[in-house]
């Protein structure tokens, strides 16, 4: 309560006057002309004067997280103008979020929503808020918030978050039924960044509840509709720890997965196949395939086919030992 405060009696002293000459650097910012908006920040400068605005402007051109942070914080301390203010709230929040200190993650965005009732960053500061509130234990307040995200945003993708993040709670709550039924509906959307953990978590506590063929089948669908999808390793790892498994039920052989040294990305076919056919000497399987990454085709070159990470790397590391470069493992 003593940060939401301050915040806004802080919003009562803002300084309109510093936007008439700071709005310039803020566009220097913007057409990424970072050393030319230091130099400007630097010149108006001074160990006396300390701007809010200019500590808004340095915020955003620190390379360090950490750093943007103390400028953004302070930048509300000594007076910001009301154009800038919702920004750095917003910054501010997104910051909480990466850092893990969700205590001033739901102060923060709950003290965004009390002054900002229809503001522009409303939808992702009621999801913070929400899930800054889940995190410290006010989980009848999260869910409240995660009501009021859901009901004013249905049919867009940040709506399906929040029934995503409804659904994580439900699963929590050991409530599997309820939970399944959300993630089969987004499982069907449109948004990838929704799709992709539905099918996650759909798989994930399928085998919670060992129901193996459930889990398979979501894992399946994951596997091939999001090949790259980071959860993938994770659900592996999973199937490997379930009890009173037959001999040939080994994760591998469930999901259909294997694992694959890559050792070089090509433009030109005619490359990838001259590295295939050295590759050849080692005595494994070697594969160029096709693919196609940001509407350009390249071909990528793979040797091995493993039933396990740990053979992979193993062969891995003969390989780099005997060709003196870098690969790496991927599952396919």
């Known amino acids: 309560?003593?940060?939401?405060?301050?915040?806004?009696?802080?919003?009562?002293?803002?300084?309109?006057?510093?936007?008439?000459?700071?709005?310039?650097?803020?566009?220097?910012?913007?057409?990424?002309?970072?050393?030319?908006?230091r130099l400007?920040?630097?010149?108006?400068?001074?160990?006396?004067?300390?701007?809010?605005?200019?500590?808004?402007?340095?915020?955003?051109?620190?390379?360090s997280g950490s750093s943007s942070l103390q400028f953004l914080e302070a930048s509300v301390r000594a007076g910001l103008s009301a154009e800038y203010l919702e920004e750095n709230t917003y910054l501010m929040a997104l910051y909480y979020?990466?850092?893990?200190?969700?205590?001033k993650l739901a102060t923060t965005a709950g003290a965004y929503l009390q002054y900002w009732e229809n503001g522009k960053y409303r939808p992702e500061m009621l999801r913070f808020a929400a899930y800054g509130n889940y995190q410290t234990g006010k989980k009848e307040n999260s869910n409240k918030l995660l009501g009021n995200l859901i009901d004013e945003?249905?049919?867009t993708s940040i709506g399906e978050a929040g029934l995503l993040d409804r659904a994580r709670n439900l699963y929590n709550k050991k409530a599997y039924v309820e939970a399944q039924k959300i993630c089969r509906q987004l499982a069907k959307g449109r948004s990838d960044d929704v799709i992709v953990p539905a099918l996650?978590?759909?798989?994930?506590?399928?085998i919670e509840q060992k129901r193996i063929d459930e889990a398979v089948?979501?894992?399946?669908?994951?596997?091939?509709?999001?090949?790259?999808?980071?959860?993938?390793?994770?659900?592996?790892?999973?199937?490997?720890?379930?009890?009173?498994?037959?001999?040939?039920?080994?994760?591998?052989?469930?999901?259909?997965?294997?694992y694959s040294v890559q050792v070089g990305v090509f433009s030109v076919q005619d490359?990838?196949?001259?590295?295939?056919k050295n590759m050849k000497k080692y005595g494994k399987a070697v594969e160029v395939v096709e693919k196609i990454i940001s509407n350009k085709k390249y071909f990528v070159v793979y040797v091995g086919r493993f039933n396990s990470t740990e053979s992979a790397l193993l062969f891995k590391e003969q390989l780099e030992k005997s060709e003196n470069e870098a690969f790496r493992v991927v599952a396919r």
């Open 97 to 103: 979020m990466t850092e893990g200190n969700f205590d």
């Open 271 to 276: 490359n990838a196949i001259g590295l295939s």
């Open 217 to 258: 089948l979501y894992f399946n669908l994951l596997k091939e509709g999001y090949p790259d999808a980071i959860g993938l390793d994770d659900l592996v790892d999973k199937f490997t720890k379930i009890e009173n498994l037959k001999e040939d039920q080994a994760a591998e052989n469930i999901t259909g997965m294997f």
């Open 40 to 63: 400007e920040i630097s010149k108006n400068s001074t160990a006396v004067r300390r701007d809010g605005d200019l500590l808004f402007f340095q915020a955003l051109i620190e390379e």
């Open 1 to 37: 309560m003593m940060f939401l405060r301050i915040f806004c009696f802080l919003i009562s002293l803002i300084n309109l006057s510093a936007a008439v000459f700071a709005s310039p650097i803020f566009d220097m910012i913007k057409r990424g002309e970072i050393e030319e908006a």
């Open 153 to 155: 945003n249905r049919g």
């Open 200 to 206: 996650y978590l759909l798989s994930y506590y399928a």
